[in-house]
Each structure stands twice: as structure tokens, then as C-alpha cells.
């Protein structure tokens, strides 16, 4: 059975094809891509038999059903079926053991004048490789060689497959030249010399190098494994899933994570968005570029894996399309604020900022400032520390109720709190403080009566910047009505409530805390757990009997916000100063506060402290100092 060799058209490994699957599909067995073998004879590189002119046209079978005419000496018609070019263009070689009989010739052929013109035609362009003639039985007009007397036929010989081979460029017009060293005019004497020699395997040229992959190959290879993916997944009964669809939800999903990164502050959601941001981009990426493959190459000649270049290809658009995501998502998390921010904040000490530069005294607005004495203001006193001091005219304010005016102002100095103090006594209980702030506009008004007092005292330019609140015992009272007001809790920054939160029990017998007493407090302690506010308490272990007591309030706080109490074991250092110690009863010992346990989150700081007589609730206001105090000195500290 004829066979026909010839070289795959991808990666230029030798084949051997029987002629009767030289138009079947077929797969080489090395690079496992497949062709029909007769499309990779290149016809524009081979030339066809020969023909003599005034012989009749015979078309030449193909391989498979040719049968092999008698062969007659002497005569170069239908005995040529294929010369090969040399692959680079040097003198056209007789290779031994390429003829075979052909049709006969004429009995008186022409003698040839000049060089033997052998014209290669080109193929015809057809869609249809069924439909093309075939390429081998091809032949072209050729002038007859010499007339010479006719010699006895030989025997005939068996027909030897051609051989097809991958010669070097198409020559479409090659002249044999007399010269010397080109090959001369072939005559019946040198076919007959031929014909007699031994037969040699024809000399087949060295494989060619293996072609680079023509262009756009590595588009349509990835055009074709992409349209192989979603094929079989289906949408609403018979419509097949598309990268369209997966582009469209994957942009959904990113819009989603770009808005969670701009609208929250909560740092795990921000990194939730972050991630999901990223990959929904790359995916809404990769996923449009994967439609447009798809429809713009229609190549349904999926590979069982892909070729290097073409996963090059893959891999790197993967990696530029994260790239690409994390970056779009980074800067929309710059813009917002990004939780390493929040983390450094937290955790990393505060930027050193150069020192403002020092004003003369005679150029601050405190320079003129009276500090001596009290100034009477709205049914409170007004004190100046004597270390205050304002550049441009702006101060703090501290609002203390129910307490010794000089032990609070001492309190105030010895805690460092740059801040004007404003102390206010209404008595016992906390009725009174609760029936003078339940009054709408109550503390604006005494603000803006503190402002102008301070005016008045010598401060050029004065305006309250910040103010906080503070109570002892009974002067809780004032807080829960000023803290009930929404206005003034945006006004209010830090309070520091000294064993003082009280409320009446809903069932005395369970200690079941009325909730609607502690709302006012509630909502301040949910700000300061979320860190915009400073709320610090203080309490002791004094039970109540008609009411709740200090701790039980706190405890209701503590529950309200999710905070647990840990054990501590702490003793605030010592006050020595002469109305610290003159405020305990005569003949009593210092009493200090011996703290147990402490809970925190956020702004929101809760210790509590052993003891349940009246010098031990006494100790809560004269250590204030030591306590909660500097917590606001420190908040305030520019």
C-alpha cells in the first residue's frame, strides 16, 4: 500500500500517511493537533509531473487507484512525477528512484533548442479541499528533449511512493542554464544511465526549524479553550451561560465593595471589601476579555492543553488584571481612609509636630487674664488656674456639680488640665440639679454667660472650644437631664462621673434597673464605645435599698455596650493637699481607694472600688486627681 511522507504543519515532526487518509482528519502524534494531510503538501513549493506538448491530457489518479503505464526508454514524458527544488535555491537535482513509466510519447518528438523552462503553477485558491484537483496529478507543457533512437523497453518497474517534503521558498519560475556546474538538459541517454544504476533512497533535506506560531494563534488558541468553559452550563432553561453574565455580576459585586470601603469605618469590613473588591474587578476583567475572545474568533479547535506562549498569555493577564483590581481598590481605600491608618493610630505613638513657636507673653490673650479669686456666673463659680493659658483666645471648659469648689480647682491644677472650671452646689440630693437643667437651653445659656465672664476678666478674643461635665454623688442629676438633650450631647465631649449614677429599681425585689432612668447615659456610652466620646466612671460598693446603687448602674452600662468587667488591683496614689486632707471627717484617717475591678472599651472606662462607708464614697472626689482627671488632661492635651 502507497504511502506519502511529509512534515506536520505545527511542530515539523516527520510523518508517514497512506494515500487512501490523505484527506482524513488526522492528529500528529507529537504536538497531538490535528490536520488533513494533503492541505500540508506544500503545492506552491513542489513542481508537478511534466507533460510533453502534443500528447493527450491525462489526468493522473490519485495515489491510491493510479496504476503504473509501461514505461519506455528514451522518453521524458509521464516518467517525472516530482522534482524537488533544493532548499536554498541551488541547481535542481535528478533524484535517483523518482521516475516511474507514464503515458507514451510521441514517435518523432522536436530536439530542444536552448535550456528546458519548467513553469510551477501555482494552486487554486478553494474553500473546499474535497473539491481541489489533486495537487500530485498536476502537470505543465514542457519542450520535448532530442529525438534519439528508440530503445528496447525494460522491464517494468513497481511504482515507489512519492515523498513529499518541505523544500525551501517557492520558486515559481526555475530555468536549467547550460553553465557550468548548473544542471544540463535532460536527455534520453542520461534516463537511461539513470535506469540502470542502483536505486538510492531519494536525499530528503534536514527537517526545517519549527515555525513561530503565526499571528494571532495565541488570541484564537485562548478564543477556543475560553468558548469550551461555560458551554455546558445553562440559564433559565435553554439560554447558555455567557462571560457576559459573569463580567455583569462580577462588576455588580465590585460596585458593592467600592461603596462598603467608602461608607464604613469598621476596620473588618473594610478588609472584607478590600478583598472582595479586588477579586470581583480581576474577575469582571478577565471575564469581559474572555467575551471578546470568544466572539470576535470563531475557532472551535480547542487543544488538549494549552501551548506555552498561549499560558504565558493566561497567566499574565490574571496577574495584570489582580494587579489592576488591587490597585483601583486601594485608592478608593486611600480616599476613605484605610484601616492601617486606624491601626496605626491605635497602636504606633502619635507624629512628633515641631513645636509651635513660642509668643511673647504681651502678644497671647491671656496676657491681661485676671486669675485670682471666683467670678459668680449663672448660679456657679468661675475659676482661672493659675498655670491656664491661651494664645489666641480659644479654652476649654470643665462643668463640675455637687463638691467643694476649692477641691475641685485644686483637683483641676494638680491634675494638669489646661481649662477654665466651673463648679456648681445646689445642696443634698439630686432633685435640685435635676429641676435647674431640666431647663431648655439651660446650657447655652450658662456657656455663653462663661464666655463673655471670661471677656470681661481680660481674655482677648474669648470662645469656649471644648467642655466637659462632671459629678459627684448627687450631682448626677444635672448630667442625666443635660445629657437627655441631643443638642448638647454634640456639644459635650468628655464626662467623668465620680460614684454618682443612681436610678429607681422596676421591681425591687429582682434589683430590675429601670431603663429608662440610665437612656440619657445609655446613648453617651454607646458614643464613647465607639470612641467619640470620653465617658469615665468611678464606683464604689455602697448598696442601695430603695434604688440602685453606683455599681448596679454601671453594671447596666457595661451590658448595654457588650463590655465585661476584669479583676484589678490598683491604688491611686496619694493627695496631700491641705483641702484633700481637711475634707474627711475629724479624727478619721485618710481613707484611699482600693480599686477591684475595671472594664474598657473604646472611650468608655469603668473601675470599681471597695468600700461602703461614707469616707470611702468621700475619697472618690478627693482623689480625682489621680483618677479620672488626667484621662481628660491627656485627651485635651494639644
Not at 111 to 120: H, L, N, S
Not at 215 to 237: D, F, M, W
Request: with cysteine.
Amino acid at each position: 500500500m502507497a504511502a506519502i511522507q511529509l512534515y506536520c504543519p505545527f511542530c515539523g515532526q516527520k510523518l508517514s500517511i497512506e494515500t487512501e487518509a490523505l484527506r482524513t482528519q488526522t492528529t500528529c502524534p507529537r504536538c497531538a493537533k490535528g490536520f488533513v494531510p494533503i492541505d500540508a503538501i506544500p503545492r506552491d513549493q513542489t513542481l508537478p509531473a511534466l507533460k510533453v506538448p502534443g500528447t493527450a491530457d491525462v489526468a493522473t489518479p490519485p495515489p491510491a487507484e493510479a496504476k503504473a503505464p509501461a514505461k519506455k526508454p528514451g522518453s521524458l514524458a509521464g516518467q517525472v512525477d516530482t522534482i524537488l527544488l533544493p532548499p536554498n535555491g541551488g541547481p535542481l537535482p535528478i533524484v535517483p528512484g523518482a521516475l516511474r513509466p507514464a503515458a507514451p510519447e510521441p514517435a518523432a518528438p522536436e530536439a530542444i533548442d536552448g535550456p528546458t523552462v519548467i513553469r510551477a503553477v501555482p494552486p487554486e485558491p478553494a474553500t473546499n479541499a474535497s473539491e481541489k484537483p489533486d495537487a500530485l496529478a498536476a502537470t505543465v507543457p514542457v519542450d520535448p528533449p532530442a529525438a534519439e533512437p528508440p530503445a528496447a523497453a525494460p522491464p517494468p518497474v513497481a511504482e515507489k511512493p512519492l515523498e513529499a517534503t518541505v523544500p525551501a521558498p517557492p520558486a515559481v519560475e526555475t530555468t536549467a542554464p547550460a553553465g557550468p556546474g548548473d544542471l544540463p538538459p535532460v536527455t534520453s541517454d542520461a534516463l537511461a544511465a539513470t535506469e540502470n544504476e542502483p536505486e538510492s533512497p531519494p536525499a530528503i533535506p534536514p527537517p526545517p526549524p519549527k515555525p513561530a506560531p503565526a499571528q494571532g494563534a495565541i488570541p484564537a488558541e485562548l478564543a477556543a479553550r475560553a468558548s469550551t468553559l461555560l458551554g455546558s452550563v445553562k440559564v433559565g432553561g435553554s439560554k447558555a451561560l455567557g462571560f457576559e453574565h459573569v463580567a455583569l455580576v462580577a462588576a455588580v459585586a465590585a460596585v458593592l465593595s467600592l461603596v462598603l470601603l467608602g461608607i464604613t469605618n469598621v476596620g473588618v469590613l473594610r478588609v472584607i471589601g478590600g478583598v472582595v473588591g479586588t477579586i470581583s474587578l480581576a474577575a469582571a476583567l478577565l471575564a469581559a476579555a474572555a467575551a471578546w475572545l470568544v466572539r470576535s474568533r470563531k475557532d472551535s479547535s480547542a487543544q488538549p492543553s494549552l501551548s506555552p506562549p498561549a499560558r504565558n498569555a493566561l497567566i499574565g493577564s490574571v496577574v495584570a488584571s489582580l494587579v489592576l483590581g488591587s490597585a483601583i481598590t486601594g485608592a478608593v481605600a486611600a480616599a476613605t481612609g484605610s484601616p492601617g491608618e486606624l491601626l496605626r493610630a491605635k497602636h504606633m505613638p502619635p507624629p512628633k509636630l515641631p513645636p509651635k513657636p513660642e509668643l511673647p507673653p504681651e502678644q497671647r490673650a491671656d496676657f491681661k487674664l485676671k486669675r485670682e479669686g471666683h467670678v459668680f456666673v449663672n448660679g456657679g463659680l468661675l475659676h482661672v488656674p493659675p498655670k491656664f493659658r491661651s494664645d489666641d483666645g480659644a479654652f476649654d471648659l470643665y462643668m463640675h456639680f455637687h463638691g467643694n469648689t476649692n477641691l475641685v480647682e485644686e483637683s483641676a491644677a494638680g491634675a494638669g488640665l489646661n481649662a477654665l472650671v466651673y463648679t456648681v452646689n445646689l445642696g443634698n440630693g439630686s432633685g435640685p440639679y435635676e429641676d435647674k437643667f431640666s431647663v431648655v437651653g439651660v446650657l447655652d445659656q450658662t456657656i455663653d454667660k462663661i464666655q463673655d465672664t471670661a471677656k470681661k476678666q481680660g481674655l482677648r478674643d474669648a470662645r469656649v472650644r471644648r467642655v466637659a461635665l462632671g459629678s459627684w454623688s448627687a450631682g448626677y442629676g444635672a448630667l442625666a437631664k443635660l445629657l437627655d438633650v441631643a443638642k448638647n450631647v454634640e456639644r459635650i465631649d468628655s464626662v467623668l462621673v465620680l460614684d454618682g449614677i443612681h436610678a429607681a429599681y422596676l421591681d425591687p425585689k429582682a434589683k430590675t434597673v429601670d431603663p429608662l432612668r440610665l437612656a440619657p447615659f445609655f446613648r453617651f456610652a454607646k458614643l464613647a464605645a465607639d470612641g467619640k466620646r470620653l465617658f469615665s466612671i468611678t464606683h464604689s460598693d455602697i448598696g442601695g435599698t430603695e434604688y440602685a446603687s453606683s455599681a448596679e448602674t454601671a453594671d447596666a452600662l457595661l451590658r448595654e455596650v457588650g463590655a465585661e468587667r476584669a479583676p484589678a488591683q490598683a491604688t491611686p496614689p496619694r493627695v496631700t493637699t491641705k483641702t484633700a486632707l481637711a475634707a474627711f471627717n475629724k479624727g478619721a484617717q485618710e481613707t484611699r481607694l482600693e480599686q477591684t475591678t475595671e472594664a474598657k472599651k473604646g472611650g468608655l472606662h469603668v473601675r470599681g472600688y471597695s468600700g461602703q462607708t461614707p469616707d470611702q464614697h468621700m475619697a472618690h472626689l478627693v482623689q480625682m486627681s489621680v483618677t479620672v482627671l488626667p484621662e481628660l488632661a491627656e485627651r485635651w492635651k494639644e
